[in-house]
């Protein structure tokens, strides 16, 4: 089974800062996901990768399969961007059998 | 637009009273998932479902049972025998085999017994 690592499980910035969130996996996939979710709220899907680089105003997301590592960016970033971010992968296979998830980086932007 | 609703989005019950979830989905996907979160866990899998009356038990499926009647459709009872049923539950649908990959997520229900 997959093993999803996250860095930082933490994070503490000042609004403005260039933001970098890590995931790295263990077995090759045939997906990643990165998700949000804001503090009492629900799961907002930002992207999902199976190779390459993906842009989404702010939020840049890349992938590197041979690394089987991922990070997620946010550019001048801004207060409400404070959530947790979520790695998530899916394995070869269809994956039917649901996703493997990381725990989190808790990322707070500071006005 | 398509999409996964469920409802509601915060819950609250008696200890030692049954709860359903509702999930359903709009997007004519074959696979269904329920998740759970604690904090400072990942989700994990609860059960999930391939195809319609047919599902399979996740990681934690004690003290849980499901449903799929429908396609569209795969509610979760958390039973009384879930020990710590207070949490995050997250519901997913998503293609199957090896044609256009497509994964959603629900926006999630918060249980909590009291």
């Known amino acids: 089974k997959n093993e999803v690592e996250q860095s930082p499980q933490n994070l503490t910035a000042q609004e403005g800062e260039f933001i970098t969130i890590n995931c790295s996996y263990s077995v090759g996939i045939s997906a990643l996901h990165w998700l949000q979710q804001h503090p009492g709220g629900g799961i907002v899907s930002l992207f999902m990768?199976?190779?390459g680089k993906k842009k989404h105003g702010r939020l840049i997301a890349t992938i590197n399969i041979q690394e089987k590592h991922s990070s997620l960016h946010i550019t001048a970033s801004h207060p409400r961007d404070s959530a947790v971010y979520i790695c998530?992968?899916?394995?070869f296979g269809g994956g039917a059998d649901g996703l493997t998830f990381g725990k989190g980086t808790h990322l707070i932007i500071q006005p | 637009d398509g999409g996964i609703t469920q409802s509601p989005k915060y819950l609250f019950r008696k200890e030692g009273q049954n709860v359903t979830l509702s999930c359903e989905q709009n997007?004519?996907?074959?696979?269904m998932y329920w998740y759970r979160q604690d904090p400072g866990q990942g989700l994990r899998l609860i059960y999930y479902?391939?195809?319609?009356?047919?599902?399979q038990k996740g990681d934690i499926a004690e003290g849980y049972s499901v449903s799929r009647e429908k396609k569209e459709s795969f509610p979760l009872t958390v039973t009384s025998a879930q020990k710590n049923p207070t949490a995050f539950y997250l519901c997913a649908s998503s293609t199957t085999g090896t044609g256009n990959y497509g994964y959603t997520f629900g926006s999630g229900t918060r249980l909590t017994v009291v």
């Open positions: 997007l004519n996907h074959d696979a």
């Open positions: 479902s391939q195809i319609v009356n047919d599902f």
């Open positions: 998530a992968v899916r394995e």
């Open positions: 990768l199976s190779s």
